[in-house]
């Protein structure tokens, strides 16, 4: 048995390192750097139905051990994303799982239809959570608007569905609840951070969108938190995701309750990194003789805590 | 055509030794790094991203363009060169670097300049845009060669260095260009403190109405790159610029370099990232904002 496989309801995969939507272009891009075929899957730029132009430069900046970014789901649309990078992402050897948004529920559906008799598909992740396109209803931040669109696309979806929440939330497990009762096979934790930088000199805000998404080392406290505490409350597979950095890092996820970890801002300063955490986490099973990595799951313990 | 496009090799992350670390002119420094694997691919116009290791802020690699390579006594190309002009958070942790550290990289990057093939190439820089002119020039003169380029030689080919900066202060010296007799430097300062008074845009149009350059390379501040894409366009004389767009991951992963291309579609042009359709752009197909 492979003691790196995990499984999140429908989605087997044969190891739990992901690399991040919109952190690793369309693969090709990043082919260079490492091995895809020995990721555990690879997620690919989030696609909508409809070619989208993306915001206005500037659309990154650098923080404190993060980035904000406001890219805005620059993508060719569904039908370009099919024709001219399906084929090879699916040719990699390695679960891809395509991320879509859509601006309303209808346009999810129809994308999942799309999507469904295609081969070669692990999975689709809804990106319900993008801070930057404006527009669209925010399906992220409504339990009762997260339910419906999860419950109509897993109708319609061959594919297992994993859900893609943002922290930016007062109760993230309200949401996570929610999509779980929908019927969603995992949900992803976590999308950016909203944030904004200003040149107060200049007065002016340094995005061309002015608010953008926090992402990177900065944002792994929020991710560990957002994780553990839906982990405690709602009984769904968990991919973490959120300043993944290092092999403790990616520890620090698996211990807090995800069952598969994503590389996201890393890819950008590190393009092997994701290669790597793989490598460190055989070893590691190696080493201790671990029969599952399942079983560092959700393995926190806490303390009693007494109320004064 | 004057030019044809280069052919590149694929990128590599590598991490590289420093050798040496020196000031050249006010606020700009020569870094040399050990780096075969890297060296004995870089062509003239690639950049690469470098990183300083442990720890996470900074937290991107920053972009860096080839300056020139060098050989071991044995002839062997073991490692390059990089210009930086200290301006914020990395190249100011740059300058601390000693000989013997290590920083992290990934390259090389971008298109490149296309290999220059015909007569008389005028290489216009602004300030630290000077680096990438200078293996571009040891290239097209045949003085060197670079990754797989071959550059067919031609004892005819001349090159034009129009090099502008602030003052005197901030100007580099150009050593490896000053000996070569088939290449001519001119130099213009702001202030007058050295060479030409003014932009150095000027003695570009004098130089353009002798209707002898065949092509145009620019790298430098954006303004004036547009003005030396105007003049370029008022001769008729085909130009290419080396975009300095702020970089996130240097590798096309990220979609944060964009740059509006010409294109035929219902907007007349798209984004393209910077950092794998150019860094170099022919100066008309795009659209400076
Ligand atoms: C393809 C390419 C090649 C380059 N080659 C060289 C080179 O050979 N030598 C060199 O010195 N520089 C080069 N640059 C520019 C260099 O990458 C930046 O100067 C560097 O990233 C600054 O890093 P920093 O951490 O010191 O500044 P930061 O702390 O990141 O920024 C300081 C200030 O400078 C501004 N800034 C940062 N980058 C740029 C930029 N590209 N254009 C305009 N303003 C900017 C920021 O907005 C900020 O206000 C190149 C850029 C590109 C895209
Ligand atoms: C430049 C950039 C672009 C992103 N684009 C997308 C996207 O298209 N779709 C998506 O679901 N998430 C996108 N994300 C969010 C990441 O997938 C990830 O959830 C987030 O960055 C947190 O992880 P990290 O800290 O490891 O980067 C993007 C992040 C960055 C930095
Ligand atoms: S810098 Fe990331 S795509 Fe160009």
Known sequence: ?308 | MPTTPRQVTAPVEARAIVVSNVEIAAHTYRLRLACPELATRFQPGQFLMLRLPGRTDPLLGRPYALYDTYADAQGNTVGFDIGYHVIGKQTGLLTELIPGQVVDLWGPLGNGFPQFTGKHLACVAGGIGYTPMIAMTLEALGVKTYGQSTTPASPERRVSMLYGARSKSHLAQLHELESLPNATITVATDDGSAGHKGFITEPLDTLLAKGEVDAVYCCGPELMMKRVAQIAASHNVPCWLSLETPMACGIGACFSCVVKVKEDSEDGWDYKRSCIEGPIFEAEKLLLS
């Not at chain 1, 879509?100 to 999810?108: P, V, Y």
């Not at chain 1, 200003?198 to 944002?219: E, F, M, Q, Y």
Request: aromatic share 4%.
């Open chain 1, 1 to 308: 048995m492979n003691p790196l496989a995990v499984s999140l309801n429908r989605l087997q995969l044969k190891n739990p390192v992901l690399v991040a939507s919109g952190t690793f272009g369309y693969a090709r891009e990043m082919a260079p750097y490492l091995d895809l075929s020995g990721l555990g899957g690879i997620i690919p730029k989030t696609v909508t139905q409809q070619p989208r132009i993306g915001n206005a430069p500037q659309r990154t900046v650098e923080t404190s051990s993060g980035m904000l970014n406001s890219i805005g789901l620059d993508n060719d649309g569904l039908e370009t994303f099919i024709e001219k990078h399906l084929p090879y992402l699916t040719s990699l050897g390695t679960a891809v799982i395509v991320n879509i948004a859509g601006k309303t529920i209808e346009e999810f559906v129809q994308m999942t239809e799309r999507l469904a008799p295609l081969s070669g598909i692990a999975a689709l992740e809804l990106n319900i959570s993008c801070p930057n396109v404006t527009g669209g209803v925010d399906y992220g931040t409504n339990p009762e608007m997260a339910f419906e669109l999860t419950q109509k696309v897993m109708a319609v979806s061959p594919h297992p569905i994993i859900i893609k929440l943002t922290p930016n939330v007062t109760d993230v497990t309200a949401i996570a609840k929610a999509v779980a009762d929908g019927g969603a096979d995992a949900v992803s934790l976590i999308n950016t951070v909203q944030g904004m930088a200003i040149d107060w000199k200049r007065r002016k805000p340094i995005l061309g969108n002015v608010i953008g998404g926090l992402s990177g080392p900065a944002i792994k406290p929020v991710a560990l938190r957002c994780v553990h505490q839906v982990a405690q409350k709602v009984n769904i597979p968990i991919i973490g995701i959120g300043g993944i950095t290092t092999f403790d890092d990616m520890m620090e996820f698996f211990v807090a309750g995800a069952s598969a970890i994503q590389v996201g801002t890393t890819n950008f300063f590190k393009p092997g990194q994701s290669q790597n955490l793989l490598q460190e986490l055989k070893a590691y099973v190696e080493h201790t003789n671990l029969p599952s990595i399942t079983s560092l799951i959700k393995t926190l313990e806490l303390p009693t805590v007494k109320k004064c």
